[in-house]
């Protein structure tokens, strides 16, 4: 990558000095040449008129000489003034062996106030002079190609550390990209180099980060569903194994068995149950089928299901109703009445014989609220910040009784909650009790009267 990258700069400045240095090399000749032809340009208007004001003082050309040296002396040039018939009056050119008279001249009428022609002056610059230009202009040509070379090698310096200062995070990254494909996660990267590769470089920590998050529930989530799965399929192996070797022989334990197995299998289809709705909830495509729901109609028919649960450990349960029996509010009613039946069930389960559970929901213009609260047996503090992660449980040694979850009931809740944009927050203290407190904006909901 380094080669490619230097490549790409060494092609990039040698054609960028390359054309600079024959675009300045042009302009150079051109701006020299412009500047000759307006130096001759404008002595021809000044020596005629010279020549002329001497030639009407004295009558004639005599002592023109030294008029002629000082001008050629002023302007850098040879002049030579001609008579009207044409010949030679003077001149300070010198005739150079194999060379021509006059070399580039600019002849030039002269005038006299009575507009008669008395004569004309010749400017022109001499082979030595033709030669000093042109080494003028090969000096800053051979100048210019130094300047070319020291910006070059400079350039090409500087976008080596560029290039190397960009290649050497990328190439890090690409190796880092392996390691992850092989399963390494663990990834870290040297610091240093240009902000926005050190922002490359933490977003690409993040995801590596990230990534390993996931692998890690994923594994985790693997190893709790076969955790879960196979105590009831092994206490259901237990008494198939029973009966097919005939230890089971008399009536009432065939009877135990059975019912034993029937609460295992009870028991799968829960659990599968719970992880086809983690699964949903997790669905990008997932969407909830919101309608104008009355609260009051999702707790009746929570009562109507959680009722039972409640008579059969002698809980009792309170439902209290602020304004929530004439207000609409649009969510996923199946949804939402699976939030209140998992927490209020859960409640139960965790709450002892002859316990109290309250349900609280009050809506107003703005929010939404959902609060359960029993008297139950508490959860210590510690436990808090993870009792809505998956397969989480308090009790270490797993049991399995009949009222033991599956740990993925609280999950289910907060990803139903979040998903109407929402928050769930539980405040516990150990023999004390829990309260569930669910939150659900509905700011942009429709309300109506009924």
Request: hydrophobic content about 40%; charged content about 25%; proline content about 2%.
């Amino acid at each position: 990558m380094f080669k490619r990258l230097f490549g790409s700069y060494i092609l990039i400045i040698v054609a960028s000095v390359g054309i600079m240095g024959i675009m300045i090399n042009l302009m150079t000749e051109q701006t020299f040449s412009r500047y000759l032809a307006e130096q001759t340009e404008m002595h021809g208007e000044m020596l005629p008129v010279m020549l002329a004001g001497q030639y009407t003082r004295n009558g004639n050309w005599a002592g023109v000489e030294k008029s002629l040296e000082d001008a050629s002396h002023m302007i850098g040039a040879n002049v030579t003034l001609h008579g009207a018939d044409g010949q030679i009056v003077a001149s300070t050119a010198q005739q150079y062996e194999g060379e021509s008279d006059l070399t580039s001249s600019v002849d030039i009428p002269i005038y006299s106030q009575a507009q008669q022609l008395i004569g004309s002056v010749s400017i022109s610059r001499d082979p030595f002079q033709q030669r000093a230009d042109e080494q003028f202009l090969k000096q800053a040509g051979i100048g210019l190609v130094i300047v070319g070379i020291v910006v070059a090698i400079s350039a090409l310096l500087i976008g080596g550390i560029m290039a190397r200062s960009f290649s050497r995070p990328l190439v890090e990254m690409s190796q880092a990209s392996q390691e992850i494909a092989q399963g390494n996660y663990e990834v870290t990267m040297t610091r240093g180099g240009p902000e926005e590769i050190e922002s490359l470089k933490s977003a690409f920590e993040k995801m590596a980060a990230g990534m390993k998050k996931v692998e890690d529930r994923r594994r985790k989530l693997v190893a709790d569903v076969s955790h879960e799965l196979r105590t009831p399929l092994t206490v259901i192996q237990g008494y198939l194994e029973s009966l097919r070797v005939g230890n089971i022989r008399d009536r009432r334990s065939a009877e135990v068995a059975f019912h034993a197995m029937h609460e295992e299998v009870k028991r799968l289809l829960c659990i599968i149950g719970d992880l086809r709705d983690l699964s949903v909830m997790d669905n990008e495509k997932h969407r909830l089928h919101l309608s104008a729901t009355l609260f009051s109609h999702l707790f009746e028919h929570a009562k109507l299901r959680l009722a039972p649960l409640a008579k059969e450990k002698h809980i009792t349960l309170q439902w209290e109703q602020i304004r929530a029996d004439e207000i609409k509010v649009h969510m996923d009613a199946e949804r939402m009445n699976q939030v209140i039946y998992n927490l209020v069930n859960n409640a139960i389960q965790h709450t002892a014989p002859h316990g109290e559970i309250k349900i609280n929901c009050e809506v107003n213009s703005k929010v939404c609220y959902i609060r359960v609260t029993d008297n139950g047996k508490g959860m210590a503090e510690e436990h808090l910040p993870y009792i809505f992660e998956r397969f989480y449980r308090i009790d270490e040694a797993r049991s399995h009784g009949k009222n033991e979850g599956a740990g993925i009931g609280l999950s289910i809740v907060k990803a139903i909650v979040e998903a109407h944009q929402g928050s769930i927050t539980v405040r516990s203290r150990l023999r004390e009790g829990s309260t569930f407190t669910v939150t659900i904006p509905i700011a942009q909901q429709i309300f109506s009267k009924t």
